[in-house]
Structures are given as structure tokens and as C-alpha cells.
């Protein structure tokens, strides 16, 4: 089966919930808000336009989601009062595969727009949101038709599992015991992902758009280094272990 039909987050509001596991990823949110709000500051004042399409591409579901879309438009809004300007209206694209549990989103989305009215007043825009399944390695949006894409956390999680990972025994992903071929694979299958990721963005994002992409890396050459592979290693231990008492 296809990864598209299969990979998503755990959905709903519980305990084990993504919602409620995600605070890592909010950190990183948090961390990377000057470069995002600089992003959009500079879209929005070099035509200042009258509608404003956002993609959050990966957006998963949980506070997560809505908090990156707020503090976007948190930031245009505090520029357009500055200048005198008429609020843009905000068309807001949340975007993940089909399995994802955009439900929960759309259920907050009337508390959502509440409170960001009563947060910025009556002058705020209107705010439309449309749910987009679909994997972000291929088209998902029309030609021109993006202001500004967003992405935390999401494209370091490739479009399938690349070919040749046959002599990968014992292993999940890139461990230290992995062959030099496997270590190509994966490499060949990122490149093939990203530049696909960029070709499509390209042709969506409106001339002058941005994207802040936010994604795992690492500071070692290392591709098995356990800055970023580590914790697979001890998964896969864990299942091999389990393997073994069956």
C-alpha cells in the first residue's frame, strides 16, 4: 500500500493524541516566528493586496495548525493598521494526506475566528479555510494562486520508501550498521522529493510569493549520526526484540 494512503499523525483530542504530543513541534514554531513574521511582512507591503491565499502544507491537526495561520495574520493586520490600509481577506489552505484528521480542525474553526475577531476587532478580513488532502509531492493547487506556503516539520518524511533497502537488515531507517548503498538511497529519493516539492510550489506560489519551510537536519556529515537517526536505531531494537519473543 502506497505511504500517501497509510501515514498520518494520530488524530482527535486524547491522550495520545498528536494534538496533545506536539509540543516539540510548537517550539519550533516559536522559534522560528521572527523569520516567518519578517516573511510575510515584506509579502504583504511590496503590493498589499486585497486577499491573501496561505497554504499550511503538512498542517496536521491540534493547536498547532491554527496557531501558525493566527500569527500570520496577527502580523499583517498589525501592519495594515499602521499604514491606514483596508484589511485583505484571508484564504487559508490546510493541507495534509487523506488519513489526517482535518474533523478536529474544522470543528475548532468557529472558536478560532472568535477569538481572533475579538483579538483584532471588527476591521479584520474575512478568513476562508479549505482542507486539501493530498501529498505535497504534486500539484495541489492552481497555477498563481498562492501568497505564502508554509511547512514545519513535514518534508523530512519522503514520498516512499526509496528502492534497494533490501541489504538494510536489522534496520528501519539509516543506522550506523547500513551499507553505503542505502545511505545513496535515501539521498537519492530527498533529492528526487525536494526538487519535485519546488517545481510544484513554483508553478502555485504568485509572482513575489514566500515560503518558510522548516525541516530536520543535522550539523555532522554523518547520515546515520545520532543527531537525527538515533531514535530509529532504538525503534528498531525495540522491534526486532519483539520479533523475537513472538
Not at 500570520?72 to 495534509?96: A, M, T
Not at 474533523?103 to 474575512?126: A, H, M, V
Request: charged share 20%; proline share 5%; hydrophobic share 35%.
Amino acid at each position: 500500500m502506497e505511504v500517501v494512503q497509510v501515514l498520518h499523525m494520530n488524530g482527535g483530542v486524547g491522550e495520545t493524541s498528536y494534538a496533545n504530543n506536539s509540543f516539540v513541534q510548537k517550539k519550533v514554531i516559536t522559534m522560528t516566528k521572527p523569520i516567518t513574521e519578517d516573511a510575510i511582512t515584506k509579502l504583504y507591503c511590496s503590493t498589499y493586496p486585497e486577499e491573501i491565499a496561505i497554504a499550511d502544507l503538512g498542517c496536521s491537526s491540534g493547536p498547532n495548525t491554527l496557531f501558525v495561520v493566527s500569527e500570520l495574520i496577527k502580523v499583517v493586520d498589525s501592519v495594515r493598521q499602521k499604514i491606514c490600509q483596508k484589511s485583505p481577506e484571508y484564504q487559508v489552505f490546510l493541507n495534509d494526506l487523506p488519513g489526517n484528521d482535518f474533523n478536529t480542525i474544522f470543528r475548532s474553526l468557529s472558536i478560532f475566528q472568535n477569538k481572533l475577531r475579538e483579538q483584532l476587532g471588527p476591521g479584520i478580513g474575512p478568513c476562508f479555510f479549505t482542507g486539501v488532502p493530498g501529498s505535497f509531492y504534486g500539484r495541489l493547487f492552481r497555477k498563481n494562486s498562492l501568497h505564502f506556503v508554509h511547512s514545519s516539520y513535514s518534508l523530512q518524511w519522503l514520498s516512499q520508501v526509496p528502492q534497494g533497502l533490501e541489504s538494510n537488515k536489522g534496520n528501519i531507517y539509516m543506522a550506523s550498521t547500513s551499507p553505503p548503498s542505502v545511505l545513496k538511497a535515501y539521498y537519492e529519493q530527498f533529492q528526487q522529493d525536494f526538487s519535485l516539492f519546488l517545481k510544484c510550489r513554483s508553478e502555485e506560489l504568485v509572482d513575489g510569493g514566500r515560503m518558510v519551510l522548516t525541516f530536520l537536519g543535522r550539523r555532522s556529515d554523518d547520515p546515520s549520526s545520532k543527531e537525527c537517526c538515533y531514535i530509529w536505531e532504538l525503534l528498531a531494537m525495540a522491534l526486532n526484540d519483539m520479533v523475537l519473543e513472538v
